[in-house]
């Protein structure tokens, strides 16, 4: 028979594992189901400059490995892997890793997004070298540089707009002829003196030894292949929360994302979310950890309550 613990955490970035040091400080001796991204979308990045405490910066993976370590302390549990079922409607609630059951009597998801990716073949490897998803987190690198924004709706304004501020050129390349931002958005992107628009243009390729040199451009017009000068390449095509798993177990949003009911509680009592996973509004390690601290609280008094 499974023990039943008082709260398993599912996710460890920056919410999971800031919800793991308040439970375990809390006394509740948490468990996290780390996940196969152990630390999260965090550690895909290279400079954090934007985490309070840090004077000097602080790579992403280092903070991760620090906020693990702070959590381990207090003897927080993990399992390193991917939950792959979870039944929330049995009592106490169920979560399935691979080769165990594990019961709770609360849980917290954490288990963040990801952003759409082009796929393109050096994307990956630049990422945290020019290549970025997070205008507000990495804009500031850009500074009297030129940059490119791929989308068309209003992340993508967002984003070129936050990139005007620091680079001297913001293209936006637009694989159709128009955009599908609000009118507002497009306009004042358009009106930016800073910003230009590589309409009907496909993005085939990020290239770069060490950083982003440049793009391999395809105009579907044209039909024609160029090299694009740039340093720096922001993709702006979505997000996608990490909730496949709690479909038909908790209230979703139209786009995926958790629902909130009451503070940081899901529409099922004694589950909570935190970070980005409800939250496609902030999308900040710092905002993560915030949620993160508030769900711990909220199960700690979830749990005194029954
Ligand atoms: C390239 C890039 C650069 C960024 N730079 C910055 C920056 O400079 N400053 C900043 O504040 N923010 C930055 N961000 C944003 C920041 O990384 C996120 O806001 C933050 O990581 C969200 O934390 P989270 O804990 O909600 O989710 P995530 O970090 O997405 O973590 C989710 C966790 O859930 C786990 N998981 C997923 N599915 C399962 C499952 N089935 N079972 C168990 N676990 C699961 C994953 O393995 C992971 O551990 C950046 C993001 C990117 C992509």
Redesign the pocket.
């Known amino acids: 028979m499974a023990e039943t613990r008082k709260v398993i955490i ?8 800031t919800a793991a040091i308040y439970a375990a400080r809390a006394q509740l001796r948490p468990l996290v ?13 290279t ?5 309070p405490g840090f004077p000097n910066g602080v790579q ?1 993976p280092e903070l991760m490995d620090l906020l693990r370590q702070q959590a381990e302390r207090f003897e927080v549990e993990f399992v390193d ?4 079922a979870v039944d929330f409607a049995r009592r106490p609630f169920r979560v399935t ?1 691979p080769g165990r059951t594990l019961d709770a009597e609360a849980v917290i998801i ?6 759409n990716w082009l796929n393109l073949p050096n994307e990956q490897r630049l ?2 070298h020019g ?4 205008a ?3 804009a500031f690198f850009f500074r009297g540089k030129e940059v490119a924004v791929v989308g068309g709706g209003d992340s993508a304004m967002e984003e070129a707009l936050v990139l005007t501020k620091f680079a001297t050129r913001v293209t936006i390349i637009h694989r159709r002829d128009k955009f599908r931002a609000s009118k507002i958005m497009a306009d004042r992107a358009l009106h930016h003196d800073k910003v230009g628009v590589r309409w009907n243009t496909v993005v085939e390729d990020v290239l770069g030894d060490e950083t982003v040199t440049g793009l391999r451009l395809y105009d579907r017009e044209r039909r024609a292949r160029e090299e694009f000068r740039v340093d720096g390449l922001f993709v702006a095509i979505g997000h996608h929360p ?1 909730t496949e ?1 709690f479909r038909g177990q908790v209230d979703l949003d139209e786009q995926g994302y958790v629902r909130l009911h009451r503070h940081t509680m899901t529409s099922v009592a004694g589950v909570f979310a ?4 409800h ?1 496609h509004r ?8 915030g ?2 601290c508030m769900a711990a609280m909220d199960v700690e008094r979830y749990l005194e309550g029954h």
């Open positions: 599912l996710g460890s970035g920056s919410a999971g594992l189901v780390a996940g196969s991204q152990r630390g999260g979308q965090l550690t895909l990045t400079d954090v400059e934007n985490f992403g892997d991917d939950a792959t890793v954490a288990t963040g997004a990801g952003t990422i945290g290549v970025s998803s997070c507000p987190c990495d990490n798993l935190a970070g980005d996973v939250d902030y999308r900040q390690a710092v905002t993560a950890a949620w993160g």
